[in-house]
């Protein structure tokens, strides 16, 4: 479904800017943190998935000092892992190089949805996990940019008579907690947060889109190209479908947070 070379190269593009908006991996990794902290336990050597610009390794060190041991930032883009020390590696989810049960603590953040296997990436970090070991992942679900998508269809529809996809699917909240389930992970949690931003214009969106490396990478590519008076149509309905009172358009980001243990024997509770 998804072209993972272009999704590096969107990545690698993003890097430079991508402090501009950085908000809601930000707002991810703040979230990780604190899920961290009451637990009662370290974790001597943990990964962070997408680590991009190592927000993470920041939310620790205010959040859950001393929590963890050593921390390796893994991202597919080698441009978001550069300017900054510390045990770095360019990994891509859908194929993890590390050995079986070698980590205590895997996080992925905001990666998860560009994945062709969601199942088959968490089977993954499950098998790198030590017995007992967490898994904390963050991932963008389905209602995410819903007015985007909405007003979209509706341009295509009106001009082109028909809608096909230009937006990148997201996973379904509702069977989150599910997939940690098929892939292993025991007493699976799966947390939503809703998140709302509004902007001058959707062009103000979009530009967000492209400094986060988050637009589409579909693998199938629409067949009729996203001309100027498409795009200006689908600006108009936005602003008509959902602009507020002071002409600001929303945009909805919906972070779905998930947690499990990896099984130690026969057990299913964690430490």
């Given at each position: ?92 989810e859908e194929r993890l190089p590390f050995a079986e049960a ?128 498409l795009l200006a149509r689908t600006f108009e309905l936005y ?16 972070i779905v947070t998930l947690t499990g243990w990896a099984p ?8």
């Open positions: 479904m998804f072209d993972r070379g272009l999704h590096r190269k969107r990545l690698d593009r993003a890097a430079r800017d991508y402090p501009a908006a950085d908000f809601l991996h930000r707002r991810a990794v703040e979230d990780v943190a604190e899920r961290l902290a009451p637990i009662r336990r370290t974790f001597p050597l943990a990964a962070c998935l997408s680590a991009r610009a190592g927000a993470f390794a920041e939310a620790l060190a205010a959040e859950a000092p001393g929590q963890v041991g050593k921390l390796i930032e893994a991202d597919l883009s080698h441009r978001m892992l550069g300017g900054r020390g510390g045990p770095r590696l360019v990994a891509d070698s980590l205590d603590l895997i996080v992925s953040i905001l990666g998860l949805h560009w994945t062709n296997d969601v199942v088959g990436a968490l089977i993954q970090a499950r098998r790198a996990l030590k017995p007992d070991g967490l898994f904390i992942g963050a991932f963008l679900g389905g209602v995410t940019l819903t007015e985007l998508r909405q007003s979209l269809v509706a341009a295509e529809s009106e001009i082109l008579g028909g809608a096909g996809s230009r937006v990148s699917p997201f996973a379904d909240a509702a069977d989150a907690a599910g997939l940690l389930q098929r892939a292993g992970f025991v007493q699976p949690v799966a947390d939503i947060d809703t998140v709302s931003v509004t902007y001058a214009h959707p062009l103000k969106l979009l530009a967000d889109l492209r400094r986060m490396g988050e637009t589409s990478v579909l693998a199938e590519r629409h067949p009729k190209p996203l001309t100027r008076a602003a008509e479908r959902f602009g507020g009172a002071d002409g600001r358009i929303p945009a909805t980001f919906e130690a024997g026969g057990s299913q509770a964690p430490p």
